[in-house]
């Protein structure tokens, strides 16, 4: 089944694939105005699409409602995968280039054989684009100008850049006379690893004076739009802010609809139906023209009034993807998320011995000051000489350290010690058995020939777990959000293997990573594979960062139960031994 969004998606790609074809200006039209249709359509769309009420819309023809149908019910249009079998694939990327329309990359990809942006940018430098019918000097400028930008910021922004802009603006508004309410909405209030822009909502009686005050943000850099109730804002930063402004009464509505995602406001919007109702960002009203009889509706203060009102229980934010929140709250089981301060300790954090900036008292007495009982100390192991890895001698140096360090801290904090220890290209350890047995726990991650293919890599790092001596795997992807991919891994079996070995499983919540992803963890879960929630801090600053791991397991459904980083220090020492004594 797919969506009402992704169909306005292909009808307008099918325009786009039209235009660059030549096809007659109607017929693309037709596929453009057939987009907009949908996207006004506020009923529900998989039921219109069942019952074959799409071609009754205004703009909508036989011939399209036909092809929407297809694509609806099967999931695929056989049409659409034809024409585009005739362009090369990466052509949608030129589409993403400010100023480039239909006519535009036709002109480049028939007369010039351009289908990638890097190759529109050789052509743009080297003067064969201002030649161009329709082109000319100006056009090639800007659009080196726009593929430089658009490098510059792929657009998206980590959860912790964007996470530094919220929480100021926040405070820019704090103590303002006419806020009764304000929340952070969207994709930052989910908890999503990286952020398009922000959204910030605010109830209050005087919007003129609360987009006043927004404007007057020291750190904007330009202001986009401007209306009554919203403005849109880029900030030096290089992200966008949108502010939206409500009165008292709709901003549980608002904030509902603003935090998204579309596809859980969509399954909401649909329950409303039911029962005569319409949701939208200001109320939940009778249905206009419904043929039911609309059922009472209940007062509604809060989102969590909204939910009740809808038969569900509160969904955290940080749920609302449509990954099956839905059916939880309505059966009443959904899990009882982790917090922050159910944590009382972390296992995988690097000190000035391999590539940290704190030594290893500064790291523990920062975290005995956060108020965690045990710090795990996990520097690198040697092959990972450019990070400074330790050797045998070195690590059982430091070993020696914190048992005599241990001896100043109080019962109620320990330092434990570990090692990150380097999986190497064939899947044997960087250091033997024997070594390993004298540390607490072992962090077991790859850090080099990233390049294995999916089965190789696979087998590589379930060989690894297989290492009795091997507690947790370290960052399972490798990947850094923003700048590398991850390399090729198939996760649904690290986490078999994962539970065969009674290996745990890292939720590194270094904000470049958040690895493994939170669309995995539900899986884990179900199969009994514990998580370890680690900041990998190389300074004492990034122990903070277990804050975004935080946000990680929660949009994973993850618990205190799943999570041994809440186990007090002896449960957790038992548990550590574990998988060794087995
Ligand atoms: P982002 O900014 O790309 O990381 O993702 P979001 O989720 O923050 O998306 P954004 O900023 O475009 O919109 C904020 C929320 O507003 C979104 O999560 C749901 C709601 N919303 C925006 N546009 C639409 C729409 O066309 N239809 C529906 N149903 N909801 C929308
Ligand atoms: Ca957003
Ligand atoms: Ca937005
Ligand atoms: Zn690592």
Known sequence: MKTKEQTIELLETIARLLEIKGENPFKIRAYTNAARALETFSDNFPAAVAENRIGELDGIGDAIAKKISEYVQTGALEYFEKLQAEFPETIFELFEIPGLGGKKVKALYEQLGIKTIAELEVAAK????????????????????????????????????????????????????????????????????????????????????????????EPIDRVLARGETKASVLLKCGIQADLRVVANHEFPFALGYFTGSKEHNVVLRG??????????????????????????????????????????????????????????????????????????????????????????????????????????????????????????????????????????????????????CDILRDGQLDFPDEVLAQLDYVVASVHASFTLSEKEMTKRIIRAMENRFVTILGHPTGRLLLSREPYQVDLVEIIKAAQATGT?????????????????????????????????????????????????????????????????LTDMQKLLRKKRDS
């Open 504 to 568: 745990v499983i890292e939720l590194n919540a270094n904000p470049r990573r958040l690895d493994m992803d939170w669309r995995y963890w539900k899986l884990a879960k179900e199969q009994g594979v514990r998580c370890a929630i680690n900041p990998d801090a190389h300074s004492v600053r990034g122990l903070q960062d277990l804050w975004f791991g935080i946000k990680a397991a929660r949009k994973g459904w993850l618990t205190r139960e799943d999570v041994i980083n809440c186990l007090r």
């Open 126 to 217: 080297d003067g064969r684009v201002a030649e161009l019918a329709g082109f000319g000097a100006k056009t090639a400028t800007n659009l080196i100008q726009a593929i430089e930008r658009r490098r510059k910021h792929s657009g998206r922004f980590l959860l912790s850049d964007a996470k530094i802009w919220s929480d100021e603006l926040v405070e820019h508004f704090q103590g303002h006379p006419d806020v009764s309410q304000i929340s952070p909405g969207g994709s930052f209030r989910r908890g999503r690893e990286t952020i398009g822009d922000l959204d910030i909502l605010i109830a209050t009686k005087q919007p003129e004076r609360i987009i006043e005050h927004f404007l007057q943000f």
């Open 271 to 420: 329950r409303a139906l039911q029962n005569g109702w319409t949701l939208n960002e200001y109320r939940l009203g009778p249905e206009p023209g419904s043929k039911k009889v609309p059922k009472p509706i209940p007062e509604i203060q809060t989102e969590a009034d909204l939910y009740r009102a809808l038969g569900l229980a509160y969904i955290p934010p940080e749920l609302r993807e449509n990954h099956g929140e839905i059916e939880a709250a309505e059966k009443g089981e959904l899990p009882n998320l982790i917090e922050l301060q159910n944590l009382r300790g972390t296992f995988h954090n690097h000190t000035s011995e391999s590539d940290g900036h704190n030594t290893l008292r500064e790291m523990a007495e920062a975290a005995n000051q956060l108020g965690l009982e045990y710090l795990g100390i996990a520097d690198h192991s040697k092959s990972s000489f450019q990070a400074h890895g330790l050797d045998e001698k070195s690590l059982l140096r430091q070993v020696e350290q914190i048992r005599e360090l241990n001896k100043a801290f109080d019962a109620d904090f320990q330092i434990l010690s570990g090692i990150e």
